[in-house]
């Protein structure tokens, strides 16, 4: 589907389905949820339907991408839950946590770093490093296994120097 043929699919549906997602759930979700659901039927590069029946089965399709989309969402919104719950309930705080790359940015205080380039779930485990529990309390935390741990806070950190990294040159240039 050209660029064209896009902006008026768009145009026709997004009204119908911010109206359906609204209906479904908050509005702030809604917008979010239908936006993400028209860039991923962009980005699929779905082709252009020969006759009307073909522009129903996308419509169709786009509102069935859609109720994925909520999903996720929903189970996004009871894993953060879950996650705060046994953050509030867990012990083992008090096991000496593994030195990291986390624990020197904390300690050196770099607030001018723009932690906003780290996804959510990088956040989340370089904290709860920083927080002092142990990659066995975090992997029970997110209902992982310690391996997958291992692997998230090693790409966790890679982004994070990567990132401290980027920092300092700018720094260095502004100089």
């Known amino acids: 589907m050209n660029a064209a043929e896009f902006t008026t699919f768009f145009r026709d549906v997004f009204p119908g389905l911010l109206r359906y997602l609204t209906r479904l759930t908050s509005p702030d979700v809604a917008q979010e949820v239908s936006a993400e659901t028209m860039a991923t039927i962009w980005r699929k590069g779905v082709k252009t339907p020969a006759d009307a029946q073909g522009w129903l089965e996308l419509r169709s399709l786009t509102y069935r991408v859609a109720e994925g989309h909520i999903r996720n969402s929903r189970r996004s919104s009871e894993r953060q839950l879950r996650l705060k719950l046994k953050l509030v309930t867990t012990v083992g705080r008090d096991a000496d946590p593994v030195p990291d790359i986390a624990d020197a940015f904390v300690e050196r205080a770099v607030s001018s770093v723009d932690l906003s380039v780290l996804d959510q779930d990088d956040r989340l485990l370089l904290a709860l490093i920083v927080d002092g529990f142990s990659r066995p309390d975090i992997a029970a935390i997110l209902e992982c296994s310690e391996a997958a741990v291992k692997m998230r806070l090693m790409?966790?950190?890679?982004?994070?120097?990567?990132?401290?990294?980027?920092?300092?040159?700018?720094?260095?240039?502004?100089?």
């Open 155 to 175: 790409r966790a950190r890679k982004r994070l120097r990567h990132s401290l990294v980027e920092e300092d040159e700018s720094h260095a240039q502004q100089c």
